[in-house]
């Protein structure tokens, strides 16, 4: 399945925070979904980009991938681990 074509279950739009909220935030969004479904997280703090990630795969969370959207923004999309 291409990238494209992922079914994202829940996203956050957390542009304006900054670290640790932004893995707070996705922290306790990703808790409330069902193993395997995936979370797409809009932040616009460049050090999120790195830190979410590797939170989330210390979580035992799947990283799918971190994609510029813009001059201000990336996506994080992320899959809830078992």
Same mark, same amino acid.
């Given at each position: 399945m291409a990238?494209?074509?992922?079914?994202?279950?829940?996203?956050?739009?957390? $542009?304006?925070?900054v670290c640790?909220?932004?893995?707070? *935030?996705?922290?306790? %969004?990703? !808790?409330?979904? &069902?193993?395997?479904?995936?979370? $797409?997280?809009v932040v616009?703090?460049?050090? &999120?980009?790195?830190?979410?990630?590797?939170?989330? *795969? %210390?979580?035992?969370? %799947?990283?799918?991938?971190?994609?510029?959207?813009?001059?201000?923004?990336?996506?994080?999309?992320?899959? *809830?681990? !078992?």
């Amino acid at each position: 399945m291409a990238e494209a074509d992922l079914i994202i279950h829940r996203q956050i739009d957390i $542009r304006g925070e900054v670290c640790p909220y932004t893995f707070v *935030k996705s922290k306790l %969004a990703i !808790e409330q979904m &069902a193993p395997g479904e995936r979370l $797409r997280v809009v932040v616009d703090y460049l050090p &999120a980009t790195s830190n979410v990630p590797r939170s989330m *795969k %210390a979580e035992g969370h %799947a990283v799918l991938g971190v994609h510029q959207l813009n001059e201000t923004d990336w996506e994080i999309l992320l899959q *809830k681990g !078992e």
